[in-house]
């Protein structure tokens, strides 16, 4: 069995096409969980029509109040799986029909070798338009993303896991189920703590529809043009700030899992937390020497300047 966690917030106008997606899956043994986050439009009794037609496949959870974030919503969900397997699910994509099978197979090769470690495997997508037009048939190839970039101090400065693509076994579940503050994303902190003490798989083949659409949470920028680029020089505090917030993460990271840790993987997070306090020329001296690095040269220009 597997458990599907779909978060829902004011998705009135596509979160029927995204569950329908999930009814016409050809792997056919799920479960499907909708915690709605207090909306204010139609959403409610849209999921509420669902789960009355489809009671033996989904169930509707309605938050007292809201969470404040699509990652504070996911997080709050980890706790109703008692499955094998859970999948992460956006309310405004669709699913192309193989997409629980083609994931799945990769779960179950990689635990052949070990089923009790943390694995996390993610997926390509096809980027669309608010009508499902495709104008990129790979997110990894748009954002200029390298899918073998899973070691631990690749993985502290730059997240390369789509939740909407993500399934993760128990193992990881048992430990993402601690709700850290200072996570940045969920899909973010359940690779981190993969690639700390287990694996990441990557399927290089699309298998969700990633909708772009002006209500998107996060989205899917093309960072090599020149747009991007003009964009980010204008955001120099955020992106300041979007750095810090790497170094507080992983010293949450530390804190959450830190016991379970060989030596060499606690040194990694350890360092990297430690450089929000270093010095412009020790966090320089401490990216080289540990790799820190994200993917790509502007990207990594950018790290330096603002350290």
Known sequence: MIDILLASYNGEKY?????????????????????????????????MDYEKKYKDKIKVILS?????????NFFSMFEYSNSDYIMTCDQDDVWLPDKIKITLEGMKEAEQENKNIPILVHTDLKVVDENLNVFSDSLFKMQNLDNERY????LLTQNIVTGCTVMANKALLNHTKINPNDAIMHDWWMALIAASLGKIIFIDKATV??????????????????????????????????????????????????????SNNYDTIQ??????????????????KYKYWKKGLIRNLGQVILA
């Open 271 to 288: 360092q990297y937390s430690l450089m929000k306090n270093n010095r412009k020329t020790k966090k320089i001296y401490t990216m080289v």
């Open 151 to 154: 070691k631990l101090n690749y």
């Open 209 to 262: 529809m990633y909708r772009q659409h002006e209500r998107n949470s996060v989205g899917a920028k093309n960072v090599r043009s020149i747009n991007y680029i003009k964009v980010k020089i204008s955001n120099i505090d955020n992106i300041k700030k979007s750095i810090k917030d790497t170094y507080i993460q992983a010293e949450k990271l530390l804190e959450a899992i830190g016991a379970f840790l060989n």
């Open 15 to 47: 979160i029927a096409e995204q569950i329908d997606s999930i009814l016409n899956q050809t792997y056919k043994d799920w479960f499907l969980y909708i915690k709605d986050d207090c909306s204010t439009d139609n959403t409610v009794k849209i999921i």
């Open 64 to 72: 007292d109040k809201p969470s404040g974030s699509a990652k504070n």
